[in-house]
């Protein structure tokens, strides 16, 4: 199940969601908080951000619990290249 809000209301981020959805962090691995996945085009018609951050989303919806198994919700975070850029500086 996905939740996404935006003031207004932007459609076409719909493809760029599916598209992080299916390739999660690039990798074979399950994204873990920190990790960015640049797309080839944008996030919404108009916007100049390719990049979201996988962010922890437990200040939002805490984990929950079904039997003895526990959902961690995930945040995504749009990034613009410059914050893109400062992080991977950061990172050093």
């Known amino acids: 199940m996905n939740f996404l809000l935006l003031s207004p209301e932007v459609d076409s981020i719909a493809e760029a969601i599916a598209q992080i959805a299916i390739e999660g962090s690039g990798s074979s691995n399950i994204p873990q908080y920190g990790d ?31 039997n003895n198994n526990f959902i961690k919700f995930i ?3 749009p990034l613009f290249s410059n914050e893109l850029q400062l992080k991977r500086i950061m990172e050093k």
């Open 75 to 77: 945040q995504l975070v």
């Open 36 to 66: 960015t996945i640049t797309l080839s085009f944008p996030l919404w018609e108009g916007s100049e951000i390719y990049t979201i951050l996988f962010n922890d989303g437990a200040k939002i919806l805490a984990p929950l619990k079904i």
